[in-house]
């Protein structure tokens, strides 16, 4: 089975940036979605940005939209999550995902629908 490991996580402050890794085992076929969820404490998992690694839809949700970017680097096997004028309220572990099923537009942004996840990295941004 595939396993993801992130990396790049830290303690920063208000309005800097911050680019996560996502590390793949082996290579995934093109179909594969992966995504980035962010979970913090006493808070449900929340979607952050997904995408289909064969270049189709790339999803954001709302409240990272315009700051963040998600993007791969097929030959590294590695999904990456540039984040930029960071606030307080993305201090969250981040978990990168993936999923092998064949996922619309509407299912993408379910953390349920995915069945791969790695161990997530600590972000921590200081106002």
């Known amino acids: 089975q595939v396993q993801l490991v992130e990396s790049g996580g830290g303690l920063v402050q208000a309005g800097d940036s911050l680019r996560l890794s996502c590390t793949a085992s082996e290579n995934t076929p093109n179909y594969w979605v992966m995504g980035w969820f962010r979970q913090a404490p006493g808070k449900e998992r929340e979607f952050v940005a997904t995408f289909r690694r064969n270049g189709g839809t790339t999803l954001y949700a709302d409240s990272v939209k315009g700051r963040f970017t998600i993007s791969r680097d097929n030959g590294k096997n590695t999904v990456y999550l540039q984040m930029s004028n960071l606030k307080s309220e993305d201090s969250a572990v981040y978990y990168c995902?993936?999923?092998?099923?064949?996922?619309?537009?509407?299912?993408?942004?379910?953390?349920?629908?995915?069945?791969?996840w790695g161990q997530g990295t600590q972000v921590t941004v200081a106002s």
């Open positions: 995902a993936a999923t092998a099923r064949r996922l619309i537009n509407t299912t993408m942004r379910r953390a349920g629908e995915y069945e791969v």
